[in-house]
């Protein structure tokens, strides 16, 4: 499974975008990024997915470089209510015959949100 | 309409007690899992199952069993409770991933039991 390394903590203002980055050196090719928010007392959930270049949806954007080694999640306009923990995960994801693949969450990155 | 819902939320009981946490997802998925997160915020995987079969089981001590009636409930029997055992537990839950397929697992959770062994 690829590791992955983010800032353990991260502090914006309110309105500002906000940029965290995943290293993932020994990502695989068949490999996918996923990113997850945790706020307190609430179990992990799903932001955003991708595989290569750009994936946008409405709640965040993921850039990836071509050499897929890196990956940013981005946040725009932050509000006091995305202050939470982000996960970024690698892998395939894929539980199958060929290897019981599963989700490793690191430490994250706790976003704080200053009004 | 909760998708993932776990019961109890909150569990205090005593070191030696034998205790159960509730898993049920209504969104049609097949694969199941359980988490437990310590104080530290480390999420770790501990079991997960996929049309009621266990196919991952990490190393968690054997007082841990979880058990699949049907591929829409996934319970965790904790036997023996110690104090290290006090943790926030996670129930998910994920769509079928076709094998062979560029499988991308989105695994959707519950809210968390919190378990408190004193």
């Known amino acids: 499974l690829a590791k992955t390394t983010q800032p353990i903590s991260m502090d914006s203002y309110e309105g500002q975008e906000v940029n965290i980055t995943c290293s993932h050196n020994?990502?695989?090719?068949?490999?996918?990024i996923t990113w997850y928010q945790q706020f307190p007392s609430q179990g992990p959930r799903f932001i955003i997915q991708?595989?290569?270049t750009k994936v946008t949806n409405e709640v965040a954007s993921l850039f990836i470089p071509a050499d897929r080694k890196s990956s940013t999640l981005s946040l725009p306009r932050v509000s006091l209510s995305d202050t939470a923990v982000y996960y970024c995960?690698?892998?395939?994801?894929?539980?199958?015959?060929?290897?019981?693949?599963?989700?490793?969450f690191g430490t994250g990155t706790r976003l704080t949100i200053i009004p | 309409d909760t998708a993932v819902s776990q019961t109890p939320k909150y569990l205090v009981t005593q070191m030696g007690n034998d205790k159960s946490i509730k898993c049920e997802q209504n969104?049609?998925?097949?694969?199941m899992y359980w988490y437990k997160q310590d104080s530290k915020k480390f999420l770790k995987i501990m079991f997960s199952?996929?049309?009621?079969?266990?196919?991952i089981n990490e190393t968690v001590p054997n007082r841990f069993s979880p058990k699949s009636p049907d591929k829409a409930h996934l319970n965790l029997h904790i036997n023996s409770l110690e104090l290290g055992d006090s943790a926030v537990y996670f129930c998910?839950?994920?769509?079928?991933?076709?094998?062979?397929?560029?499988?991308?697992?989105?695994?959707?959770f519950g809210a968390g039991t919190r378990l408190s062994v004193l």
């Open positions: 998910a839950s994920s769509p079928t991933v076709l094998r062979g397929a560029g499988g991308k697992n989105i695994q959707y």
């Open positions: 199952y996929n049309n009621k079969e266990l196919i």
């Open positions: 020994n990502i695989a090719t068949n490999d996918y």
């Open positions: 991708g595989y290569k």
């Open positions: 969104l049609g998925h097949d694969t």
């Open positions: 995960l690698v892998g395939r994801g894929m539980l199958s015959n060929f290897g019981n693949e599963k989700l490793t």
